[in-house]
């Protein structure tokens, strides 16, 4: 029972880790997740500047796991 409860917790705090728009808008997103990879936050914030007919370029690091792009012409 114990096994089960703290497998169901890993999972529920593994998915949190999945990182997340946290500030953005036409010119540049922050992409932010516990252990985020540059990739993962890349395809979010491609998918973010997309919306207005954009790619995203990185512009740096925030901090580990957060990263700053620019919504750049294509």
């Known amino acids: 029972m114990k096994q089960s409860v ?3 917790a ?3 705090l593994a998915a949190c880790a999945r990182p997340s728009v946290q500030a953005a808008n036409e010119n ?3 992409i932010a997740g516990v252990g985020a990879r540059e990739v993962e936050a ?3 914030a ?3 500047c997309a919306r207005y007919g954009r790619t995203a370029a990185l512009t740096g690091v925030v901090r580990p796991g957060a990263y700053a ?3 750049v012409s294509r």
């Open 28 to 30: 540049s997103v922050i």
């Open 69 to 71: 792009f620019n919504c």
């Open 42 to 44: 890349l395809s979010q």
């Open 6 to 8: 703290m497998i169901a």
């Open 46 to 48: 491609d998918a973010h």
């Open 10 to 12: 890993m999972l529920a």
